[in-house]
């Protein structure tokens, strides 16, 4: 009879593989070289990382009302934030209207919400997020602009602020992504006239910087356009961004288009389904997973490339705050300003990134070949 | 080197007179390169056709142009009474009554396996949900795997992803049955599920056209056997004739060479 196996216990690793001391050991203190690097690394760090925050803490000034609030101290000057807060999440909207901004806000916060709960189903999903992306851009509208229902009018130079920034990010990555699916789709097309069409949409737009875009459809467009006709700043700045992305976004669609197995199609073709039938359940969902990455890239880019709006005269973020750099009783603040756009910026991108990741992560099903 | 002893007995047959598909005269080329030369058959009612031959002897390609994956250049298809022609609807029409196994599955990885089988019969038979996923549990226990119907397909063997895509089709309720290799791409193991799922499918009836090597379950379940090369139909015989006694030098040499290997 065989004798049977009995295998080793597991021992329990060695203390300096594991935990902090393993990792310190393994990634920092190796061999003396990397001992050297190391320490260079935190001298290094400590000569750039303490001054900036002793600058932007310890020596700032938090509290106040003025600028001679700030004299005392000789770190930044945050007060000059403070002073002009509501300024640069509103702009130049009334004050007394501010409230419609925050309802807007605030009604896709709450409408939006479910979206993000995993328990509720996905077809519910669908039509909630269909929905909203009808109704909601309309009571937005009204909301903003007034002039109904007796809510005050408020021109569309007088928004400013995040509050822009945010108006012109939400309409074009809204409009840019169904677009570029659809020039995407356009551009594989087997019809030779939509394909035309679509290469030569996309390669015009992908072929002049944004600013170009943006001056001439300030400039440049009422020259074309009949006495008397005029388009709203903010409105042709929207269609210019929009347009610029989509070009983008469709080539971004297009790659992950190119990835999806020929097969696919035919599966889905031979169960009798149709073209838009076979894109909308079957190609796109898998080419937009694959391309969720491209696609936050092109998002991250617009809503930093928004603030190239100043250059029409638009006070989004960043130009309400160079704005206020340049008021006379608050002079010499600037990098404060910069330095809180930037973060502001950086909040918000870094934001979409991560909900991509999460994202990317929650779709898989396990299925890499 | 074939799963011959694994198939079932001879099914008996009982065969109508109805033409299932037609294909009349049919040529097709790939720019210069005449793939498709004249290819003329019929197939009646609860037929079961094996096509076999070498690879590039247009095998695929034929089966292919019956559901108008392919197009062809010349000649006349005839499907369940329908002339194939570049109309999408109709094509689209013929496709929900002639279900297509592939070599390589085309699951729907983003799908779960109930969702593979129940995506066509809501969106194109636009049957309501709960009747479909009924449905689709039928079928998915007649090939024997309902226990997998909530997993997505890559997280099932090969095999368990061919008989998924057999009940996919299946679920359309189709009149016909093209299969093109469905186990070329499975290991030896697995070769055996996916033909006994084929075998029960034939003994219900089902017309079934199969582009296959397994010559096991050509000689048990074939009620004709079409040999293909350099894309004509060089014999077409009963299985018992085929094996035994080939009328042509090219099928002979095709069969001492898959046979004695």
């Known amino acids: 009879m065989a004798e049977s196996h009995i295998p080793h216990p597991d021992l329990p690793p060695p203390a300096n593989v594991i935990g902090v001391f393993g990792w310190l050991h393994r990634n920092l203190l190796s061999s003396p070289l990397n001992i050297a690097l190391t320490v260079l690394a935190l001298y290094l760090l400590s000569i750039t990382i303490l001054p900036l925050l002793n600058w932007a803490v310890f020596d700032a000034a938090w509290s106040g009302e003025t600028r001679a609030d700030c004299q005392a101290h000789s770190g930044a000057c945050w007060i000059f934030i403070q002073a002009h807060f509501d300024q640069f999440m509103y702009g130049f909207y009334p004050e007394a209207q501010r409230w419609r901004v925050n309802t807007a806000v605030l009604l896709l916060v709450l409408s939006a919400a479910p979206l993000f709960v995993r328990a509720i189903p996905n077809a519910y999903k669908v039509r909630l997020g269909l929905g909203l992306l009808v109704i909601y851009p309309i009571i937005a509208y009204m909301l903003f602009k007034g002039g109904l229902f007796g809510l005050s009018g408020v021109d569309t130079r007088r928004w400013g602020g995040l509050f822009l920034t945010l108006v012109i ?167 404060e300003g910069y330095v809180f756009a930037a973060a502001v910026y950086w909040l918000f991108c870094f934001s979409m990134s991560r909900y991509s990741q999460s994202l990317e992560k929650r779709l898989h099903t396990g299925h890499k070949r | 080197m074939n799963a011959s002893s694994t198939v079932a007995a001879p099914v008996s047959v009982s065969l109508s007179d109805q033409v299932m598909i037609h294909m009349e005269n049919v040529h097709k080329w790939y720019g210069a390169f005449h793939v498709l030369k004249n290819i003329n058959l019929t197939v009646r009612k609860g037929e079961r056709i094996v096509i076999c031959g070498p690879s590039g002897s247009g095998k695929s390609t034929t089966i292919r142009c019956i559901n108008r994956l392919e197009e062809y250049q010349r000649g006349r298809i005839v499907v369940d009474g329908l002339a194939l022609t570049n109309d999408v609807k109709l094509i689209e029409q013929i496709r929900r009554e002639v279900g297509m196994v592939f070599q390589h599955f085309n699951l729907f990885p983003h799908l779960t396996v109930l969702e593979n089988c129940v995506l066509a019969p809501i969106w194109v038979r636009k049957m309501p949900r709960k009747q479909a996923e009924a449905f689709a549990m039928q079928y998915l226990e007649r090939v024997k795997i309902p226990e997998q119907a909530l997993k997505y397909p890559g997280q099932l063997s090969g095999g368990q992803q061919q008989r998924v895509a057999i009940a996919r089709s299946l679920c359309m309720n189709p009149k016909i049955m093209l299969f093109d290799e469905p186990t070329s791409a499975l290991d030896p193991e697995m070769i055996k599920e996916v033909l006994d799922t084929m075998v029960t499918l034939a003994e219900e009836g089902m017309t079934m056209l199969c582009v296959t090597h397994e010559m096991g379950f050509a000689k048990t379940v074939a009620h004709r056997v079409i040999f293909m090369d350099g894309g004509e139909i060089i014999e077409e015989n009963t299985p018992e004739e085929f094996f035994t006694n080939p009328r042509s030098d090219r099928t002979q040499l095709f069969l001492s060479q898959i046979l004695h290997n």
Request: aromatic share 10%; with cysteine; charged share 10%.
């Open chain 1, 169 to 335: 990010a939400g309409v074009g990555m809204t409009a840019a992504l169904p677009l570029g699916v659809l020039l995407a789709l356009g551009r594989r097309s087997q019809m030779p006239a939509i394909q035309t069409l679509c290469v030569t949409f996309i390669e015009f737009w992908r072929g002049v910087p944004l600013i170009t875009v943006l001056f001439m459809s300030s400039v440049m467009l009422p020259l074309f356009l009949p006495e008397g006709m005029n388009f709203d700043k903010l409105l042709r700045a929207l269609i210019g961004v929009t347009l610029f992305q989509a070009a983008y976004m469709a080539e971004v669609v297009r790659g992950g288009l190119q990835a999806i197995p020929k097969g696919q199609f035919e599966a889905a073709a031979a169960l009798g389904l149709g073209y838009w039938k076979i894109m909308a359940l079957i190609v796109l969902p898998q080419a937009l997973k694959l391309v969720i990455p491209g696609i936050v890239n092109t998002f991250i880019a617009l809503f930093k490339d928004t603030s190239l709006v100043l250059i029409i005269g638009l006070f989004d973020l960043m130009n309400i705050v160079h704005n206020a750099t340049t008021n006379p009783e608050w002079l010499g603040f600037s990098t």
